[in-house]
């Protein structure tokens, strides 16, 4: 005789006990008999309601030996383990994806059919999941009941909550076998891997550009629309991102909490900090293939190639003057607007550019930092030693 005589005749699932059939039977038919005292959530069974009671009482009974996180159940803590082994137990029939936790395979095989049955009652938007439906109705009601308690950011989720938390504790714990680069999140990991696979399979319908993170698409698709829906309320400027926003703000807060550890600069964002690490390490990574000139950063190699193809993107609106660079665009403004806004301290000349102004400083402490090779004359401005070459060179581009 069978261990598990008792049979489901819907799907045919065996149990030992006609009390774990009867239980059993309810994701058949939906009923939820048992109902939580504390918040009202309907369970299928009473086991699925002990289970949610300790996240009222808060009691973690069960706890993971490898990293000491601790769980309410059981069954969690025994998914949490996978994330340790890397075992994915559950595999899709279709695509063959493997999964870690059985929800997972399930949330994924909604990908294949396309369903979408929970819907949004304000909005109509759809959701595959209905844990997805509750999290979008709080962007209606703006309900953020998860808190910061180091910072008192609040969050509509949890689960965003604790991955907010390792912005303070700096934890990477999802680290990349290629190059061994670290990530606090999974999904910054999985992006990160398709800069090795080079796999980029959102493509724009305007201009062709692909990308590999459909968010960065979307965000792409703003230079095209001009799109920008994020204001400050400050000054009035508005942004297509959120985090140019958020950056922007800092213009106005003075925030700069990044320290370099070199020279005490200070910065607001994290990213200019590691740019302007370079200017100590002398690193230059981005090589241009035309004339082998290296650059510190990326964006400094795109506006050198311009040298090289004669392109000159950049226009002035007031007399169309054409630029190959943004930052030479901008120098130019000033000459119809007249604004010097870099003063000389030791004799009050103004000039309309940094750079200017550190050339003329020059004129006062004597520096000649820029010396011919082949006389060993020296300059205070490198433009100086370039037309001083000619005389050597006999180059004469201006003679009639």
Excluded at 6 to 32: A, P, Q, R, W
Excluded at 166 to 181: F, I, L, Q, W
Excluded at 345 to 366: N, P, R, V, W, Y
Aim: glycine share 6%; charged share 20%; net charge positive.
């Amino acid at each position: 005789m069978s261990d598990k005589p008792h049979f489901c005749e819907i799907c045919g699932s065996s149990f030992e006990y006609k009390s774990n059939l009867l239980s059993h039977m309810t994701t058949h038919t939906g009923d939820k008999p048992h109902s939580c005292e504390v918040c009202g959530s309907p369970f299928a069974q009473k086991s699925y309601l002990w289970s949610h009671m300790k996240t009222h009482t808060g009691d973690k009974p069960y706890s993971c030996e490898v990293c000491g996180f601790s769980f309410a159940q059981k069954s969690t803590l025994l998914s949490h383990i996978r994330t340790h082994t890397g075992e994915k137990p559950y595999s899709c029939k279709v695509c063959g994806s493997a999964f870690s936790q059985k929800s997972a395979l399930l949330r994924h095989l909604q990908t294949h059919t396309g369903e979408k049955p929970h819907i949004c009652e304000l909005c109509g938007s759809s959701f595959a999941r209905k844990s997805d439906l509750l999290r979008h109705m709080k962007k209606h009601t703006g309900d953020k009941p998860h808190s910061c308690e180091v910072c008192g950011s609040s969050f509509a989720e949890k689960s965003t909550l604790l991955n907010h938390m390792k912005t303070h504790t700096g934890e990477k714990p999802y680290s990349c076998e290629v190059c061994g680069s670290s990530f606090a999140w999974k999904s910054h990991l999985l992006s990160h891997m398709k800069k090795h696979t080079g796999d980029k399979p959102h493509s724009c319908e305007v201009c062709g550009s692909s990308f590999a993170e459909k968010s960065t698409l979307l965000n792409h698709i703003k230079t095209h629309t001009g799109e920008k829906p994020h204001s400050c309320e400050v000054c009035g400027s508005s942004f297509a991102r959120k985090s140019h926003l958020l950056s922007h703000m800092k213009t106005h807060t003075g925030e700069k909490e990044h320290s370099c550890e070199v020279c005490d600069s200070s910065f607001a964002e994290k990213s200019t900090l590691l740019n302007h690490m370079k200017t100590h390490t002398g690193e230059k990574p981005h090589s241009c293939e035309v004339c082998g000139a290296s650059f510190a950063w990326k964006s400094n190699l795109l506006s050198h190639m311009n040298t090289h193809t004669g392109d000159k993107p950049h226009f002035c609106k007031v007399c169309c003057s054409s630029f190959a660079q943004k930052s030479s665009l901008w120098s130019h403004i000033k000459t119809h607007t007249g604004d010097k806004p870099y003063s000389c301290e030791m004799c009050d000349s103004s000039f309309a550019q940094k750079s200017t102004l550190l050339s003329h400083i020059k004129t006062h402490t004597g520096e000649k930092p820029y010396s011919c090779e082949v006389c060993r004359s020296s300059f205070t401005q490198k433009s100086t030693l370039y037309r001083h070459m000619k005389t050597h060179t006999r180059d004469k581009p201006h003679s009639s």
